[in-house]
């Protein structure tokens, strides 16, 4: 494993949230200042096609990429942009909008 692949693997496996591929970026240039955007992307996309991680794709905003691999849901909101794990089989009821 190359040390860029290393790098953006620990920073998704120790993320809380669901980090974009720019956060990640941001994140891996504070331990390896040289780092390519490409080289993000590229391991990203490798690592989704290898089934490491998953991507979470929302129409008209960046991908976003989760460390868990237990088949999951994911919920949206509109809001403030956040998005969290839901568990299949679980609902959620949202509160009214303002």
Known sequence: MTKQKLIISQIVENSCGHPT???IYLEAKKFLPSIAVGTVYRNLNRMVADG???RISIPGKPDHYDR???KHSHIWCIQCGKISDVENGLW???PDPL
Request: aromatic share 0%.
């Open 21 to 23: 591929a720019e956060e």
């Open 52 to 54: 490491e991680i998953r």
């Open 68 to 70: 868990i691999h237990v």
């Open 92 to 94: 959620v009821q949202l």
